[in-house]
């Protein structure tokens, strides 16, 4: 069965892009230093948030996900989707089910906060892939929204990479009461 993945880089302060969703501090810090490579050959689908695919369209011409199945939630329309992807509505749980039932390889959660909320709220994120990249950008978007319901978590791995990045791997607990 295909884990469903956050896979992402976070500033030490917790935020994931600055507060007009632009990710420049990323730049210096190419994914393919912190084995972007070998995750991504694991992937079968990515999941994005509406917000997260308008980014990536913008950032190149040609799709940077061919191959893959890509899914857009969303509610709105969505004009001149790239080949192998789709749209879906927000039902967390039915595209869960979904997913850990027609995916070959892993799921990436390609999204920010109400993506990743979605998937928590229905216990469906196997584990979070998380690289603090050593920057306090002081205000931004949050990995998750400020109400998000406690949840305990188990460190699976925690690596020091290079220039001072931290890779952590979390497994949610989705049985343990929060203390």
């Keep these: 069965m295909p884990l469903l993945q956050a896979y992402l880089a976070i500033s030490l302060d917790g935020f994931i892009a600055r507060p007009s969703g632009a990710v420049d501090w990323l730049e210096a810090y190419h994914p393919s230093e912190f084995g972007y490579d070998g995750f991504y050959a694991g992937i079968g689908s990515i999941v994005m948030?509406?917000?997260?695919?308008?980014?990536?369209?913008?950032?190149?011409?040609?799709?940077?996900?061919?191959?893959?199945?890509?899914?857009?939630?969303?509610?709105?329309p969505v004009d001149d989707l790239p080949p192998n992807t789709v749209t879906r509505p927000a039902d967390f749980a039915a595209l869960a089910s979904e997913l850990r039932n027609s995916t070959n390889g892993d799921v990436w959660l390609f999204g920010g906060a109400k993506l990743l909320d979605g998937f928590l709220t229905v216990n469906a994120i196997d584990r979070f892939e998380l690289y603090v990249?050593?920057?306090?950008?002081?205000?931004?978007?949050?990995?998750?929204?400020?109400?998000?319901?406690?949840?305990?978590?188990t460190l699976l791995e925690s690596a020091s990479l290079s220039r001072g990045v931290v890779k952590l791997v979390y497994r949610p607990d989705y049985s343990a009461e929060p203390g």
């Design 49 to 76: 948030g509406r917000n997260a695919y308008a980014q990536v369209r913008g950032f190149a011409e040609e799709w940077p996900y061919a191959g893959k199945r890509s899914i857009v939630v969303t509610s709105q």
């Design 133 to 153: 990249i050593p920057l306090l950008l002081g205000k931004g978007m949050p990995l998750l929204p400020p109400t998000r319901r406690d949840l305990q978590v």
